[in-house]
């Protein structure tokens, strides 16, 4: 069994330059001004559309994210019903095969220490689950048979596609403290990363969320690639 920490990483992430220029066009449609389009005007009219909420202009373009993460964050993150998404599917990912490395891997739960009393349950729990999967294929069960016993802290990988708008509304639900700690473990870096890149469409964010992903740090939850 091999236990790892969540990841991310852009598939698609037009730049940033582009983004905001592209948005500008479109936004510029309503009021038939793309005459007045310059090599700084997208900033100062972008920015006014964020700041009064005329969020449909921001539906123009779209991000791709392959997310790595147990199947608990991504049975929430599909119910966002305006991206599309692609996971691994454990009907077809016979995990029993050596191009699995016939283990399962899964997303360690980064609230308990590795000492931690709980994090040994956790553990052996995740044992008796793998025992339990490989044996069922070695007595003939299909992958999508087997899977019945497959835990929630599972590895899966989802590539997600959205639109801005729709990828700030996912950040203002799923970094919020009242979201699941995994979901935030992902999502929290995941913002900083979509600030990292542009900037004048999720500064707002970032700093509303600076504070809280400042105290997953603290936490000790492992750093994600960006």
Same mark, same amino acid.
């Given at each position: ?119 040994? +349950?956790?553990?052996?729990?995740? #044992?008796?689950?793998?025992? &339990?999967?490989?044996? $069922?294929?070695?007595? %003939? !069960?299909? /992958? ?56 004048? +469409?999720?500064?707002?964010?970032? #700093?509303?969320?600076?504070? &809280?992903?400042?105290? $997953?740090?603290?936490? %000790? !939850?492992? /750093?994600?690639?960006?």
């Amino acid at each position: 069994m091999k236990v790892i920490d969540p990841s991310f990483s852009f598939m698609h992430l037009p730049d940033g330059e582009f983004v905001l220029s592209h948005l500008e066009l479109a936004a510029r449609t309503c009021y038939k001004s793309e005459d007045k389009a310059s090599p700084d005007s997208a900033r100062k009219l972008l920015s006014r559309i964020v700041r009064l909420g005329h969020d449909s202009v921001l539906e123009h373009i779209g991000v791709t994210v392959r997310i790595v993460c147990d199947r608990g964050v991504t049975h929430e993150l599909v119910r966002h019903r305006l991206c599309s998404f692609s996971q691994e599917s454990t009907r077809y990912a016979n995990y029993a095969q050596d191009k699995f490395g016939s283990e399962i891997t899964v997303i360690r739960p980064f609230f308990w220490a590795e000492d931690d009393a709980r994090y040994a +349950l956790w553990l052996s729990a995740m #044992q008796a689950c793998e025992d &339990a999967y490989l044996r $069922l294929v070695q007595a %003939g !069960a299909t /992958a999508q048979e087997a899977r019945s016993v497959l835990p929630n802290s599972l590895k899966t990988e989802i590539v997600t596609t959205a639109n801005i708008r729709e990828w700030r509304h996912i950040f203002k639900l799923r970094c919020d403290k009242a979201a699941h700690p995994q979901m935030r473990q992902v999502m929290l870096p995941l913002l900083g990363a979509f600030t990292e890149r542009i900037p004048l +469409l999720f500064d707002d964010l970032g #700093q509303q969320f600076a504070e &809280a992903l400042a105290e $997953l740090a603290a936490q %000790g !939850a492992a /750093a994600l690639p960006r």
